[in-house]
């Protein structure tokens, strides 16, 4: 799931930048990267929110009986 992610979300970049008029820099590059990685974390946190869920309801429970 996170290769499909980083494909589309890198394809969609791509045609932005390939439409912009302005010549791209080393500061749009590193927007570019920094867009995918946030778009990778949110994803993954979805992936994964039921583990998440559960393991702060665990870590709840534990940490109220000690």
Do not use: Q
Not at 29 to 37: A, H, N, R, T
Not at 42 to 59: R, S
């Amino acid at each position: 799931m996170s290769a499909l992610v980083l494909i589309i979300v890198g394809l969609i970049l791509g045609i932005y930048f390939y439409r912009r008029k302005a010549p791209m820099t080393v500061k749009d590059w590193f927007l570019g990267l920094l867009i995918i990685l946030v778009c990778m974390l949110i994803v993954d946190g979805l992936l994964h929110l039921g583990a998440i869920i559960e393991g702060g309801k665990e870590g709840m429970h534990t940490g109220s009986k000690s």
